[in-house]
């Protein structure tokens, strides 16, 4: 156990229990203006975290940033298309000036562009992977070399169920898909210099990105809901709240064990 970490030990219960408040750091969660990004800033701030809060316009970041600070936690919004070369190295070096080195990054930033395949135009597959693929490459590649000098690094992917394949989705899929193996080899590279990287797939989570879902295939949300809850072995849709609560684990130091894994959740078990 790293000797800067905080720990206390707790004597009502009448043992010796550890009780461990991990060091604080900088966390960088892209597309954090809503939805996972925003629920996965929120608890690492409420971890501790500094959070550099990264969105494609700043001030779509106001109501994340605020949330945290009204809490007393620190945050800072930051404007970028995480698919421009330029404009990621100008975030991550503003992120490193105002906060200081990242050592936490969630790559969540994403878009949905699904049609079936022979529908599907070129820009619509170039996109979700610019977004995705080339911005989580971007974003960790600018990222690495504070977490290589911190000896210390936990990188975070957002993948999805989709991964495994979905009608509609062939872009999104494979993106998704590349995303694992894009996290286990920076796994393989990283490790060696006490750097993590793993994957969270998400099932049905309840986003303004789902609801779009049912907008696109015009169904009433509460009805496509249900049908995808029918389906569910919890018996419940996911929340932003689930997955924050799985980047969480995967930021703590006592994680540091667990690395190039793609972890489902997605309320039943997937191939
Ligand atoms: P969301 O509500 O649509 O939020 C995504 C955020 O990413 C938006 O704020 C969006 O900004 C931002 N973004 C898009 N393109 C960007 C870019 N180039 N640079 C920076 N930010 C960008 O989506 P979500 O449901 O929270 O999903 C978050 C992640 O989880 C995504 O990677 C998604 O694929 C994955 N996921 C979601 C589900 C689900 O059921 N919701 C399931 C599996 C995986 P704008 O609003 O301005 O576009």
Redesign the pocket.
């Known amino acids: 156990m790293s000797d800067t970490a905080e720990h206390a030990t707790a004597s009502h219960t009448g043992m010796n229990i550890d009780t461990h408040r991990d060091t604080p750091r900088i966390a960088i969660v ?2 954090a ?5 925003a629920a996965v800033a929120t608890r690492l701030a409420a971890d501790g975290h500094s959070v550099a809060a ?4 700043e001030e ?1 970041c106001a109501q994340t940033v605020d949330a945290i600070k009204a809490k007393g936690g620190s945050a800072l919004a930051v404007g ?4 421009d070369e330029a404009a990621v190295a100008a975030a991550v070096e503003r992120v490193a000036a105002d906060l200081g080195a990242p050592t936490i990054l969630v790559n ?4 949905l562009r699904d049609n079936l395949l022979f529908k599907m135009s070129v820009d619509d597959w170039d996109m979700v992977m610019n ?2 693929l080339r ?1 989580a490459f971007l974003m960790s590649r600018a990222v690495q070399s504070h977490m290589v000098d911190a000896r210390f690094g936990r990188i975070v992917n ?1 993948s ?3 991964a495994l394949g979905n009608r509609g989705q062939s872009n999104y899929a494979a993106a998704k898909a590349g995303m694992q193996g894009f996290t286990k080899t920076l796994a393989i590279e990283l490790g060696k210099f006490g750097v993590t990287a793993n994957a969270i797939a ?4 309840e ?4 609801r779009a879902t049912a907008e696109r295939i015009g169904v009433d949300f509460d009805a496509f809901r249900q049908a995808l809850i029918s389906q569910i072995p919890v018996g419940r849709s ?1 929340q ?1 709240e689930d997955i924050a609560a799985i980047a969480s684990f995967l930021a703590r130091e006592e994680a540091g064990f667990v690395s190039g894994q793609v972890i489902y959740a997605a309320g039943g078990p997937k191939d």
Request: one cysteine or more.
């Open positions: 892209t597309g203006a809503r939805g996972i990004g990264i969105d494609l316009d779509s970028c298309d995480v698919s969540n930033a994403g878009i977004v995705h911005g957002l999805s169920t989709s998400p099932g049905f989570i986003t303004a990105m789902t996911g932003p």
